[in-house]
């Protein structure tokens, strides 16, 4: 890859700027000072540096977030503030995107990357991926709702949904449950429980595939994937 435009991909400027580096003899390779902007170089395998500190060049970025409600998972918007705005300017500089998308009063688990492959194959209806959510309802979840929802529901606009596996944690007048779906259609765990007459008051995204929410992140806050959760979600997905 040309030097200014590995420089330029990892955020040290555009190539104009990253040109007054090298004329600053900032930049240097396997200890050497250089000048040529349009040199190639492999950053696996030689020591880029810039004012001696190591460039590592990176293609992908993988950030697992905890979303807040009142942000909308989008990339940019006129009016209401994106997960994207939530991020770091160097992160943001990747260009990356929210996979797939939670209600703007929705909390958890948001993946957020700028690698369309993983992106598409995670979000393909084909690819059967799970989601589990975490949800208070307004009204007494009952065995009832477990069989209906196994079989899958009619949403309003006739709609059949594929089954979902709903397990209650708590059935009361206020009742709490966690239920796993492998659609993502607008709404469509809120609208799963108005087809059997229930209302969502408190809904939180736990997981999806083998990714799971880090509950040390507090909401709004966001850390990179681990290797070890990557490596798991490309084989299962």
Do not use: C, W
Not at 75 to 84: A, F, G, P
Not at 146 to 169: H, N, R, S
């Amino acid at each position: 890859m040309r030097l200014d435009k590995l420089l330029a991909n990892m955020g040290y400027g555009s190539r104009k700027e990253v040109k007054q580096l090298l004329k600053q003899k900032a930049v240097t390779i396997d200890g050497v000072v250089v000048k040529d902007a349009a040199m190639k170089v492999n950053s696996e395998t030689q020591h880029v540096a810039i004012f001696g500190e190591r460039v590592h060049y990176i293609e992908f970025i993988y950030l697992m977030m905890n979303k807040p409600p009142g942000v909308i998972s989008a990339t940019e918007d006129d009016h209401d503030k994106t997960v994207i705005d939530l991020l770091d300017p160097f992160a943001q500089h990747f260009k990356p995107f929210p996979v797939g998308r939670l209600d703007k009063d929705t909390e958890g688990l948001l993946l957020i990357t700028n690698d369309g492959q993983l992106a598409h194959n995670l979000l393909s209806p084909k690819k059967h991926v799970p989601k589990t959510y975490y949800a208070k309802i307004d009204g007494q979840v009952t065995a009832a709702d477990v069989k209906a929802f196994a079989a899958g529901v009619t949403l309003d606009d006739g709609y059949e949904t594929k089954p979902g596996q709903l397990v209650i944690l708590k059935s009361d007048i206020e009742s709490e449950i966690e239920l796993t779906i492998q659609e993502g259609k607008f709404h469509q765990v809120k609208r799963m429980f108005e087809a059997v007459g229930k209302k969502v008051t408190y809904l939180k995204r736990l997981s999806m595939g083998t990714l799971r929410l880090d509950e040390n992140l507090a909401l709004g806050e966001y850390r990179e994937v681990t290797i070890e959760e990557l490596d798991l979600l490309i084989s299962n997905k």
